[in-house]
T-cell receptor, first 115, second 113 residues
Framework: NAGVTQTPKFRILKIGQSMTLQCTQDMNHNYMYWYRQDPGMGLKLIYY???????DKGEVPNGYNVSRSTTEDFPLRLELAAPSQTSVYFC??????????????FGPGTRLTVL | AQSVTQPDIHITVSEGASLELRCNYS??????LFWYVQSPGQGLQLLLKYFSGDTLVQGIKGFEAEFKRSQSSFNLRKPSVHWSDAAEYFCAVEVDSSYKLIFGSGTRLLVRP
């Protein structure tokens, strides 16, 4: 199993550009999450999904969109990049919700800089 | 609003010394509690978690944590630190069975040889 994979690893965007951060998991997990980690801070939840076709907002959803057309993939879309979106983005997945004995598995992250 | 506080931004310990990382949470009921470790350039790895039952929880890599309801704390401990433990450690809580984790700002552990 590759686990949770994210592409790209690094990206520099200009203000106003758009991009999609890719996230794929091969563990047949139902739940998937997107977090951002700002320097010196903990992770904040952007969006999450409890299954294909179902998504919901987390703490900091503004400026982002997601979709979940398959169990494996959970892409994160930035439509109009802003400097405030400079961050490291982590995707995670779990089989069930956190209330189970399940574990969230994290990808290696995408470091995004908006100039 | 629920919050998680890790009061120590950095901690430096000597290899072989004991370690305690502090975590306090603000929440009316007992949340589910987690400790994660993040090595440089890596994603997060779960060390341990508390859902209910025994308040002393054992995790991977020789770590343990103790839930103290009266102090709203969930401190992480290790009796003897190894150089490979140098990393950033995050405490997190899940509230209301919401699948959402609220993270503390992290504690960076440095290990002196």
């Amino acid at each position: 199993n590759a686990g949770v994979t994210q592409t790209p690893k690094f990206r520099i965007l200009k203000i106003g550009q758009s991009m999609t951060l890719q996230c794929t998991q091969d563990m047949n997990h139902n739940y998937m999450y997107w977090y951002r980690q700002d320097p010196g801070m903990g992770l904040k939840l952007i969006y999450y999904s409890v299954g294909a076709g179902i998504t919901d907002k987390g703490e900091v959803p503004n400026g982002y969109n997601v979709s979940r057309s398959t169990t494996e993939d959970f892409p994160l879309r930035l439509e109009l990049a802003a400097p405030s979106q400079t961050s490291v983005y982590f995707c995670a997945s779990s089989y069930g919700g956190l209330s189970s004995t399940d574990t969230q598995y994290f990808g290696p992250g995408t470091r995004l800089t908006v100039l | 609003a629920q919050s998680v506080t890790q009061p120590d931004i950095h901690i430096t310990v000597s290899e072989g010394a004991s370690l305690e990382l502090r975590c306090n949470y603000s929440y009316g009921a007992t949340p589910y509690l987690f400790w994660y470790v993040q090595s440089p350039g890596q994603g997060l790895q779960l060390l341990l978690k508390y859902f209910s039952g025994d308040t002393l929880v054992q995790g991977i890599k020789g770590f343990e944590a103790e839930f103290k309801r009266s102090q709203s704390s969930f401190n992480l401990r290790k009796p003897s630190v190894h150089w490979s433990d140098a990393a950033e450690y995050f405490c997190a809580v899940e509230v209301d069975s919401s699948y959402k984790l609220i993270f503390g700002s992290g504690t960076r552990l440095l290990v002196r040889p």
